[in-house]
C-alpha cells in the first residue's frame, strides 16, 4: 500500500538558519502531497500542497518541492524565524479511501 | 466562511467511565467529515470517516465509536474508556473531491 516517510523526528536551528524537510513516499497512482503544520495545542493547518503536476508550492516563506527521482517532497525555507516553531507533517492524498497518510512528523526547534 | 467546532476543550475522564466528544461544521453543506487520534508527540491516525449522513466507515476503532446524526455533526464516543485512549481528539472535514482536510482546534483528553 502507499506509504509516506519523515526520517527527521526533531530539528534544532537558530534564527535566519535554512530549513530543509524530506519526505519519502511510495504509491503506485501519481502522489498528491500536503504540508501541515501544527502549532503547540492546536489542530494541524495546510502549508502547501504539492503534485507532479506544479511540482512546486509557496506559502508564508515556504516552498516545497517534488523530486521524481528520489520519490520525494522537499519542504525548505531560507531563513527561519522562532514563530516556525511548531511541528510540520508531510500526508499523502488517498483518495480512494478518503484518507491521507501521515509522516511521523519533523518538530522544528528553533534557539534563541 | 467555513468555521469547525469542537466541543469540549479539555476532559479528564476516569478508566472505565463514557465519553462523547463533538464536532460542528458550519458554512459548508455535505461535508466529508474525520475522525483522528493524536498521541503526545505522535503522529495523526485516522479513525472515522463519513460522506454522508448516518453513513459512518471505521479506519482503525480503538474501541471507540462514530455517528453523524446531522449533515453538520460528528460525534466520537464510547461506553467504557482506557488508559490508551488520553490524547489529542481531532475533527476535520473537507468536500467532494477536494484533497485538503481543514482540522479543527481539537479536544484533549486525559484517562486516569
Known amino acids: 500500500g502507499d506509504s509516506v516517510t519523515q526520517k527527521q523526528g526533531q530539528v534544532t536551528l537558530s534564527e535566519d538558519d535554512f530549513l530543509f524537510i524530506n519526505c519519502t513516499y511510495s504509491?503506485?497512482?501519481?502522489?498528491?502531497l500536503l504540508w501541515y503544520v501544527q502549532y503547540l495545542g492546536q489542530g494541524p493547518q495546510l502549508l502547501l500542497k504539492?503534485?507532479?503536476a506544479n511540482n512546486k508550492g509557496i506559502s508564508r516563506g515556504f516552498e516545497a518541492t517534488y523530486d521524481k527521482g528520489t520519490t520525494s517532497f522537499h519542504l525548505q525555507k531560507a531563513s527561519v524565524q522562532e514563530s516556525d516553531s511548531a511541528v510540520y507533517f508531510c500526508?499523502?492524498?488517498?483518495?480512494?479511501?478518503?484518507?491521507?497518510?501521515w509522516g511521523s512528523g519533523t518538530k522544528l526547534i528553533i534557539k534563541p | 466562511a467555513q468555521t469547525i467546532h469542537q466541543w469540549p476543550v479539555a476532559e479528564i475522564k476516569a478508566v472505565g467511565s463514557p465519553l462523547s466528544l463533538g464536532c460542528t461544521i458550519k458554512g459548508k453543506s455535505s461535508p466529508n467529515l474525520y475522525w483522528y487520534w493524536q498521541a503526545t508527540g505522535g503522529t495523526l491516525q485516522q479513525l472515522f470517516y463519513s460522506i454522508t449522513v448516518g453513513q459512518v466507515e471505521s479506519v482503525v476503532q480503538l474501541n471507540l465509536s462514530a455517528s453523524r446524526p446531522k449533515d453538520d455533526q460528528f460525534i466520537l464516543s464510547t461506553e467504557k474508556l482506557l488508559l490508551s485512549h488520553s490524547g489529542f481528539y481531532l475533527c476535520?472535514?473537507?468536500?467532494?473531491?477536494?484533497?485538503?482536510?481543514?482540522f479543527g482546534p481539537g479536544t484533549r483528553l486525559l484517562v486516569l
Open positions: 504509491t503506485t497512482t501519481y502522489p498528491t
Open positions: 504539492v503534485t507532479t
Open positions: 500526508a499523502l492524498v488517498d483518495r480512494s479511501n478518503y484518507q491521507l497518510i
Open positions: 476535520a472535514y473537507n468536500r467532494g473531491e477536494e484533497d485538503t482536510q481543514y
